[in-house]
Every structure is written in C-alpha cells, then in structure tokens.
C-alpha cells in the first residue's frame, strides 16, 4: 500500500485528498479541495490562492490514476462539484476527469443527510450518474476487490453529536499487510466514530482533527474532547497517526500536537515538507501582500 496526502491544511488549502495505490488500482479519497471565503473577515490571500491551484493539479493528476473514487460527504472540500467555483477552483470538466470511468463508492444522497448536503449530493449525481462507471452508495458496506477490501463506517456526525452539520462516512482498506483508515470530518468529537476507529485497528489512521479555532464561538470543549478522544484511539491502537484538516486552521495546533500520546504527522510532514497552514496565518498574508512587516513561522514561497 502506497499512500499519497494530496491537499490539506498544512499544505496551505482546506482538504483532506488522498491518493492510496495498491498493486495496481489507485484509489482517490474525498478529491475536493476549497479556501474558506472569509477569515477574520478577510477573503483568501494570493498565497492561498496559489497553492489551491497547485492542489486542483495534484488532485486532477492523481485522477487519471485512480479507478475508485470515494465520498465521505458532499462539502466542496470533500468532492470536486459540477460547477463552476472560484474558491473550489472547480468546473464541469474537472468534474469530468475525475469521476468518469470511476467506481463511484459515495456517502448516501438521501439518508442519514443534512438539507444542504441532499441539495449538494442531488447536483452531483445528476452530473456524476452519467459518466462513472458505476456508483454506490457506500454507507456501512464492505467491497471486496480481491487484492484487498474496503470497509465503510455507517453515518456518523460531522463533527458533536446533534450537530447541525451533517454525517460523514470514514473508510477502512486492507491490503493484507497493513489497514488504513481515512476518518474525514468526524473531527475526533463523537463517540461513534471513535468506537468504530477502534474495531478497525487501524496501522494508520488519516483524521481530521478538532475544529479549535471555532471553540466558544460554534462548537464547546472541542479541544478537550478532540485530545481526550484521539489519545484513547493511540492507546487502543498504537496507530500511526496523520492529523490535519481543520485543527491546522488554528495557530496553537502544535500546543495540541505535543499533548498527544504519540506525535503525529501532517500531510506536510508526512511528505517531509514544512507545514504551510495559510489560513491561520491569513492577516498575516495580507499585510506581506501590502509591503508590510509580518511573522510567519513558515518560509513563503
């Protein structure tokens, strides 16, 4: 098993895409990549630009590899949309090449979904129906590919219990030698989506950490329950853990990262880059942009 982080915060854009080739089927996992339009009241800095061009490539690249795609939920970081999108850099024809042909194995349209996520999920299949080869509604399934096999978790919540938010489905791949699990958007907060990690005893595991940075304003406690949560999965599972996606969008993720029983890596670090967490860092971006002086704790390039 071969494993490829594609974007994601520490590279500078809001996703969590990953490319796993085993032998010789390549599998592409949640290809959506997107900025978020406002923070601290400031649109995107032309460095967050920039590098989501650069993931929209990678993804686009890795595409062409791939023979199965898959869906955790229908936010625009999360699958690539059949329109077009200036902060999703997407269009119809990136749509194009990347689901046609594909095995589709995607979060269920219509249950277990919030009304934004249905509306979202019925413009994707109206565009997507017509050109994968086929498509499945994966929620709480197993696919057996016969060099390894795939287990879906069924709907769990994005993020809190009763959040408004949605449900997302994670996804198990066994190779025979090593179990992979991608855990998207249950940012570490609901006892489901633990419990389920855990059965799977993964060798590593690909989450999306707590969204912190939103602490007291949308969510409560997120930091704690999210360190809480993530440690009990360590200690079960003694797995390799990848932790990234909107914990990355705060600026004390590293404070986070040392109170961890284990270190985890980003997929900057993982790819043995520095981390580039843009968005945290966006006022300072935008006063570099005007000639102005600005701490970064990363080089821009």
Sequence with gaps: MKIVPLASES???RSLATYVKIDKTGILIDPGVALGPKRYSL???KAELEALMKAREKIQSYAKKADIVTISHYHYD????????IYESSSPEKAREIYEGKILLIKHPKENINFSQRKRAWNFLKGAEKIAE???YADGRFFDFGDFIMEFSPAVPHGSEGTKLGFVIMVMIDDGTKRLVHASDIQLLNRKAVEWIIKQM????ITGGPPTYLEGYRVKDAWNTGLKNLNEIIKETNAQIILDHHLIRDKRYPEFFAQLEKEPLTFARFLKREDKPLEAYRKELHK???GEDADLPFELR
């Design 11 to 13: 590279l500078g854009v």
């Design 134 to 136: 086929k498509v499945e």
């Design 288 to 290: 570099i942009e005007k």
């Design 78 to 85: 999360h699958h690539t949309p059949f329109f077009e999108g």
């Design 202 to 205: 993964p060798d590593i595991l």
């Design 43 to 45: 649109p995107p800095a």
